[in-house]
């Protein structure tokens, strides 16, 4: 544990920090601030086609590549990952969290354009993502499968650690379940969906995903009217926090305007993904017109996942007071909804945490394996599928904290290459965006 937080403190420090906020900035201003005039042709790229009758007959749609992102996207990172950032960084962190998300929609439009640019058809089946754009677009094999490696371990073994840990933490609080036996059902439903390769978790992912986010935020808005006196001192407080050495609530609340910065940014990255080089591995695969197309939708799953859900979970955390405990993690979330709507809430967050978490595992495992056919071919995926499957069990059983810091880490190895192949080829990026505009 020490050593992982030693090398962690190194690469989560001030470089990396600038690193993925300096990516950021740089294509919002390269790219005209798109935020703001691409959101609403993203809506509409999302949901216009949802009532077309008109089938893909290769690849998936828009809106069911951006479930599947989605799915990976909203998990542990927006339930427990934002407490964890509040209990570590203090309320300042979800302020930070805002901007790496703002900044992060930018970078996103950047990924997803690039992954549909250099997508390749392979057996039949259309893959992609930043290893094909690193070695055809970029010209460095090398630098692709330290990605490709990286990515499997970050997210394929480890992530989906966290998830599963996560997951049986929840279930343990709520209903005394044994933690292996929650890794071990997990694992077998996980195992069947996998089976049917990318358009059975995009259909799973475009059933469950849009439900569960829902259901959520109206858990956590109840929450919110409920305390409505709260809100707004607690919003003033996330800001205020960000800018002062300790926050006014002090205890675990107090944190410096660095560990702020450190787990808002980390925290943040680990909910929305933006410049990690994951969710572009879902976006090569949907079959759109124009690769910017899919840039704008994009940027739509990094405000669902970070400014409305992981906001609403840190306000309900605020407001019933729970940042004030001496919990972390899963069971800090708990402890504030359970505050706010008795004990349904231990259970409401357990059930959701169950569909965040199982969906990203989906979405991650998906990812980790498009990489290992990039490195072996086909032969190579039975084997990480049962290696995938062996990491969700062990999951269950290890330390929380341990796992979190693992995750930075391989995040971190996969984050670098994936930054560089993105300003490298920003040139292809603004060329698409103009031609869209044209």
């Not at 706010?340 to 980790?368: M, N, V």
Request: charged share 10%; aromatic share 10%; with cysteine.
């Amino acid at each position: 544990m020490q050593v992982i937080e030693e090398i962690n403190s190194i690469l989560w420090g001030p470089i990396m920090i600038t690193l993925l906020l300096g990516t950021g900035l740089f294509f919002t201003i390269r790219l005209g601030f798109i935020q703001f005039t691409g959101l609403k042709e993203g809506f509409r790229q999302t949901f216009g086609p949802l009532f077309s009758r008109k089938q893909k007959k290769e690849g998936i749609s828009s809106f069911q590549a951006l479930s599947t992102a989605i799915a990976a996207q909203v998990g542990t990172g927006n339930l427990a990952g934002v407490a964890t950032a509040i209990a570590a960084g203090g309320p300042g962190a979800i302020f930070w969290m805002w901007i790496s998300s703002f900044l992060g929609m930018a970078t996103i439009f950047a990924e997803a354009v690039l992954a549909q640019k250099y997508r390749k058809k392979e057996n039949g089946t259309v893959k992609g993502g930043p290893a094909y754009y690193i070695r055809d677009g970029l010209g460095s094999k090398k630098l692709a499968v330290f990605f490709a490696v990286a990515i499997i371990a970050a997210l394929g073994f480890v992530g989906n650690m966290v998830q599963s840990n996560s997951i049986a933490d929840a279930f343990h609080t709520a209903f005394h379940i044994p933690p292996i036996v929650i890794g071990i059902v997990v694992a077998v439903l996980i195992g069947l969906i996998l089976l049917g390769g990318i358009k059975r978790i995009a259909t799973f992912a475009g059933n469950v995903v849009p439900v569960m986010a829902l259901l959520y935020i109206i858990g956590a808005i109840t929450i919110l009217i409920m305390n409505i006196e709260q809100v707004i001192p607690a919003l003033t407080l996330i800001v205020e926090s960000a800018f002062t050495p300790e926050s006014a609530g002090g205890g675990v609340l107090g944190a410096s305007i660095k560990e702020a910065i450190r787990y808002g940014v980390a925290r943040g990255l680990f909910s929305n993904e933006a410049g990690m080089g994951s969710t572009p591995h879902a976006h090569a695969v949907a079959e759109v017109k124009h690769p910017a197309e899919q840039g704008f939708v994009a940027m739509v799953g990094v405000l669902i996942d970070t400014v409305i859900i992981c906001t609403v979970t840190a306000l309900v955390i605020l407001v019933t007071e729970g940042g004030g405990s001496n919990l972390t993690g899963i069971e800090l979330t708990q402890a504030s909804f359970s505050s706010g709507l008795g004990d349904f809430g231990i259970y409401f967050i357990a059930f959701s945490l169950l569909f965040f978490s199982f969906t990203t595992i989906l979405g991650w495992a998906y990812f980790g394996e498009t990489n290992v056919n990039f490195l072996f071919g086909d032969r190579g995926v039975p084997i990480y599928r049962g290696l995938v499957l062996l990491f969700i069990i062990a999951g269950t059983v290890l330390n929380v904290p341990f796992v979190w810091q693992l995750a930075d880490t391989f995040n971190a190895f996969m984050v670098l290459p994936n930054l560089i192949a993105l300003v490298a080829l920003s040139g292809i990026v603004k060329k698409a965006y103009k031609e869209i505009k044209a």
